[in-house]
């Protein structure tokens, strides 16, 4: 095994350290890094899985291009990159550089955002450059710039820890983000209070003191509520107010006109008044206050009034800039904070300046000694797509994204990529919904094999660092950008030997800024993204680059926490409150879409499961598309819990399979956003969703598209294994999961098949030397088959006319043995475990792999009683924690069993 290398985990924004090694044969093992202080060693099951995820299977590993019959070609980099610089040359030449675009992502390393952010508005000319971070923190930095005259964090984790109070907002943070929620949880240990305010009861609200399930969309009411609160009862800093801000009467006359009732903001938000107040109260009493916020906050018609109208209860109360208080957005990618630091939005300039102000121009004009900068924004997300459908955008390059799934809309999108002259798409995987209407696909280096640095939700910016060899032709993306500008006659300007000088580079930037603007330089003359401590590094100094928090001082050290000296970036150097007037979401439920549909996370995937699809102990937990619902509303539409059913909204459909998982409020569902064309028949939730937005800032509505749900009905369902993937031509539905050594696929149809038996052959493709089990009892409907050669388990297939099929779990344990033994046989055609105790149940614990039923085993013959107990006994719960939860559940439930 080779030497560990300390780099960076790829997923969400807490941006925890990882120790990685890889040996001979390319396995890699990876570890929480006990020296970085995002997470001093802890990992999530996300980042524990991720030596699971970096083999070659579905790789992207040479160029292509496709032909007229869409099929795609190998062909060298020359040839592709060529292709690229021709085809932007010739829509800037015929249509000017807004007929050109780039829709990037928060998987790219900063080095790789400057690039393309740098070729696009510095020397094409164009703002048409966005990122999928639209998607996910937008508003926020929307509601950072209003308050704070830049997009800037004041928190950082430390204040997790000394916080007497932890609120969070329209966060699952238990699930997206266990290893920061690891530090709340130690907060509450020592005596904080936990407020969680979701429409949801999630995983999350287990450990809360109090839940807030307001109605979705009316948390500007909730917190002018809390203004107004807060300033009735004398809970106001009126120095720090006098000395640091403006606009509180305006903020203040909005909260007290609309919200200054309490009882009246409790009807709004459909929550008790005595736990409106209690919330209210909880705020006004504690000092050291920290409120998190994410995508229930942002991703809204209205998300940009959401943060700003909690940000001025933190301004009123004068709770920021302190140990343990202040407001803070965290983010949902490994970079999104990065690619804002470098301009990576359309309607922004690298260092964190503005496209609309002509001094910020200038300087960065200067500095690139650019032919010309983009003169005005460009198009955001969803309006970019629109303009591709229409001809506008003639060319447009898509890097480490998805959007066919992830943008709402999302048929939309996929017409208007089928429509348009040129699509480039950089990416390592070779095939998504998104690059097979690709013109040119170029094959991008992954995690593992990327050198360059991410910034965190703290403003702390670590080394990701290469362990893994390039494999095949693969690139990074910075030098596939870097190749093409060369094409397009900007070589001097695109000549980097390496990660290191562009790095260098954007530190130059900020501290550029800062010299050119000069004492009276306006909105420029008083910012907090400077790096000038990092400006002179060499290479072997970027190599060995610490994590470390902006602004980074000329000695080389960061800052923990902003506001301390209660100056902020407007130019006066005093923050601003907002007037924050409610706002309906763009879309009501009526009597033809009376649901309203929520989309988010699941624990154990990430984004459009490109890389946690390959994991097996990822895929154990949730392994299909669902939707959540009350059982009322299940009622209501005629479907049942395990049955598959159909959602419908204005723009689209997807079928999912119906569950009742608890924490949904009559009148909602919730419908993950993983699952797309690769892993499921028909699950991509983004072609539901309303494409409103927010008109500050650009940020589409993924948390209010009304929707109904209708039956999907089928005559049969099933699942299969197999070690080798197997055709999906002609279901009605299935779902595909990854095992440690087969694939498995839940199944379903509309017609039974006239000979099971014929089908299964053919379907499994059973040699006629191999050893056939059949079992099929006709009058029930139910038909078992299972393929063996030589002594082992190649495949087996289980139908039944209702969905109640036999555990997998024990089947999938069969694939490991060498040789199956009559018992297992006999199994396998009973559909059950010859053994008793041999089925682990459902996977609650991904980390160590314990099942349900182990789980509930131990707590009833060892009479355990907390979640401590259960790790103890089983290691379930024992690392990242995010199962602890649905451990504490389990121990309810038996003791309420045993008690009656």
Known sequence: MS?????????????CGVLARADAAGTVSVEGDPSHASNFGRLCVKGAALGETTDLHGRLLHPQVREADGSFHRVGWDAALDRVADGFRRAVEQHGPDAVAFYVSGQLLTEDYYVVNKLAKGYLGTANIDTNSRLCMSSAVAAHKRAFGEDLVPACYEDLAQAELVVLVGSNTAWCHPVAFQRIAQAKEA???LVVIDPRFTATCESADLHLPIKPGTDVWLFNGLLAFLFRHGVMDVGFVDAHTDGMNAALAVASAEAGDPEAVARMCGVQPADLLAFYRLFARHERVVSLFSQGVNQSTSGTDKANSLINCHLLSGRIGKPGAGPFSITGQPNAMGGREVGGMANMLAAHMDLHEPTHRQIVQAFWASPHIAAEPGLKAVALFDAVLE???????????????????????????????????SDIVERTDTSVHAHVRLPALGWGEKNGTVTSSERRISRQRPFLPAPGEARADWRIVCEVAKRLGFAEAFDYAGPHEIFVEHARLTAFRNHESGADGGTAARRHLHLGGLAALDAPGYDALAPVQWPVREDGSGTARLFEDGRYAHADGRARFVATPGRAPAHAPDREYPLLLNTGRIRDQW??????????RLAGHLSEPFVDMHPHDALRSGVREGELARVVSRWGTMVARVRHGGGIQAGQVFVPIHWNDQFASDARVGALVSPEIDPVSGQPEFKHTPVQVEPFPVRWHGFAFGRRQLPTAGLSYWALIRGEQFWRYEIAHRE?????????????????AAEWLEYEDADAGIYRAALVREDRLEACVFLSPRPDLPSRQWLAQLFGKPRLEDADRAGLLAGESPDAGGDPGPVVCACFGVGRNTICTSIREKSLDTPAGVTAALRAGGNCGSCIPEIRRLIAEAHAWSAA
């Open 752 to 768: 039974r098949p006239g000979d099971c038996g014929t089908w299964a052959r053919a379907w499994l493709d059973a040699a006629a």
């Open 391 to 425: 001809g506008r955008v003639k060319a447009l390059w898509i890097m480490g994204t998805n959007p066919v799934v992830s943008l709402p809309d999302a048929d939309r999108v996929r017409q208007a990529l089928q429509a348009c002259e040129l699509v480039v798409c």
């Open 607 to 616: 984004h459009t499961m490109t890389r946690t699809g390959k994991s097996p």
């Open 191 to 193: 005596g904080a209070k």
């Open 3 to 15: 030497k560990a290398v300390a780099t960076t985990c790829p997923y969400c924004g807490v941006g």
